[in-house]
């Protein structure tokens, strides 16, 4: 449905998307008009001088996708259109939380069969000490300032030692034209990320790259179990029965750090005298020295320490970090398969964010789109130049965890903005879903396979009832009776020209911390 609503003396058209004769969850719809007052701060900063006078600084439109529910300040599932500035707090602190999907030629027997000894590895490998990603800080530095390329660049430093025994050069070249942005944001600082890179040149591991994170984070391997479009599935190599490998994280800690930053400079800029809005979403003013998500997105100016110039560094560095630990997750999965099954191919489809700004030029006039749990679903024409140019972008919305997941094609619809859901959307608290129904939890556990840092069956827990329930707690908050159903959300996009069904994927197994 298409809603139109006045805020501070302003038009702002929101358009919501819900299966029919659904209405958006009150506390959603709350948290969604506290959002847009947001137009009442820009006016403010207007009076104020803080936005220029020859600039012009507004929020065109808003969009709430099928996914849509209470956030932390702005609603999960919401695209926002400014022109003149940008809202850090509408990317979410997890910046570049997103999706990666590989095509695999492994057979979902191969796996089957192996699951006693692969599923122990993997736990190994993830959450026991083994994933073995050494690095120096000329490696850190460079994937922070430079992302995907930088860690091509760099990754000799490591010698070939574990993981990078699995890293392709080649193959890492090539798969940056499947990448959003080519996995390479560039820029020229790191704040705050001192310790983290470390010392120059002494090889060291970190306990943040290849981490799952965790909520509605994973690795999963998938079956793909229904074919809807043939012509575009074959194209992306997918085939019914086919072995695919879905990765959900972002930049974990590093994200947090520089929500944290871009915070302090949102609040720092904000006009004394004036009163802060009550809903707490602050507001950045564009600096045109700077070009973000240009391609080049290297500064023209010394203006190292302006606000704008903290945003992008802080923004990018968090983002290049998103991009690499998806890489890393994968190549981890790709040891234990490997070790476990067979060495096989793994060929990259598609890596983009979810929680992110990007820069859009229409009719000559710069505007910003932000995402908060959201996919980028541009059409074949949004996508030229790209390998995607005649298909649309990938969209992958995968479901609650042991339910269904979607592969669609973006339609570029300029109503949803250009987007798409980014999973199923909660449709209980994490404290409501803990207290959900035992026979339907045993149920799902049993037809279920997980691999979590704890192992129930390990003997020398079968005393400890404090861990045990730790653990299942956690379990049920992920359950597929917490979510909405995907199915639903999936026909929404169909029903309003957002996204084009390819191919529907089912769990083999799923990796969660």
Request: charged share 25%; proline share 4%; net charge negative.
């Amino acid at each position: 449905m298409e809603l139109k609503l006045e805020f501070g003396g302003q038009s702002c058209g929101v358009s919501i998307f819900l299966p029919k004769g659904t209405k958006p969850e009150k506390k959603a719809a709350d948290e969604l008009k506290s959002m847009m007052e947001l137009t009442d701060t820009v006016e403010r900063m207007k009076e104020s001088g803080v936005f220029s006078a020859e600039k012009e600084h507004s929020v065109i439109k808003a969009a709430e996708t099928p996914d849509f529910h209470k956030g932390a300040g702005i609603p999960i599932g919401t695209v926002l259109m400014t022109e003149g500035f940008v809202i850090p707090q509408a990317m979410g602190n997890d910046i570049n939380c997103g999706m990666r999907l590989y095509t695999t030629d492994l057979k979902e027997e191969e796996l089957e069969c192996c699951l006693l000894s692969l599923l122990p590895q993997i736990r190994h490998i993830f959450f026991e000490g083994g994933r073995s990603i050494p690095m120096n800080g000329i490696q850190r530095e460079a994937m922070l300032r430079h992302g995907l390329t930088g860690l091509l660049e760099t990754s000799g430093e490591a010698e070939g030692r574990g993981i990078w025994s699995l890293y392709d050069r080649d193959e890492q070249e090539k798969a940056l034209e499947y990448t959003a942005f080519k996995g390479s944001l560039y820029t020229t600082g790191t704040e705050g990320l001192g310790d983290f890179i470390g010392a120059a040149h002494s090889l060291s591991y970190d306990d943040q790259i290849g981490s799952i994170g965790g909520g509605n984070h994973f690795v999963e391997m998938q079956r793909v179990a229904e074919i809807y479009d043939g012509r575009t599935a074959n194209a992306w190599g997918i085939r019914k029965g086919s072995i695919l490998v879905m990765i959900h994280t972002g930049s974990l800690t590093i994200g947090h750090q520089s929500g944290r930053i871009n915070r302090i400079i949102t609040k720092e800029l904000y006009p004394k005298g004036v009163p802060h809005p009550d809903n707490g979403i602050y507001l950045l003013p564009e600096r045109e020295k700077m070009e973000i998500n240009s391609g080049k997105n290297v500064p023209v100016s010394d203006e190292t320490d302006s606000p704008w110039q903290r945003f992008c560094s802080t923004t990018y560095n968090a983002a290049n970090f998103g991009f690499a630990n998806r890489l890393f997750l994968g190549l981890m999965l790709q040891r234990a398969v490997t070790d476990k099954v067979r060495p096989y191919e793994m060929k990259l489809l598609y890596d983009s964010p979810h929680n992110f700004i990007w820069k859009e030029e229409m009719e000559g006039r710069n505007y910003f789109i932000h995402r908060k749990g959201a996919c980028s679903a541009r059409g074949m024409e949004g996508m030229e130049g790209t390998p995607f140019a005649y298909y649309g972008e990938p969209v992958m919305i995968p479901g609650s965890m042991g339910s269904s997941s979607y592969l669609m094609r973006g339609m570029g619809n300029p109503q949803s903005l250009w987007s798409a859901s980014h999973g199923a959307g909660r449709r209980l608290s994490r404290g409501e879903a803990i207290h959900g129904n035992d026979r339907e939890f045993k149920e799902f556990m049993k037809k279920f396979h997980i691999v979590t840092p704890i192992d129930p069956d390990r003997s020398d827990l079968k005393g400890r009832n404090d861990i045990l329930k730790k653990w299942e707690e956690t379990i049920r908050s992920e359950a597929p009776y917490a979510y909405k159903d995907i199915h639903q959300v999936v026909k929404v996009h169909e029903e309003h020209g957002m996204a084009g069904l390819v191919a529907r994927m089912e769990p083999v197994f799923t990796v969660k911390a």
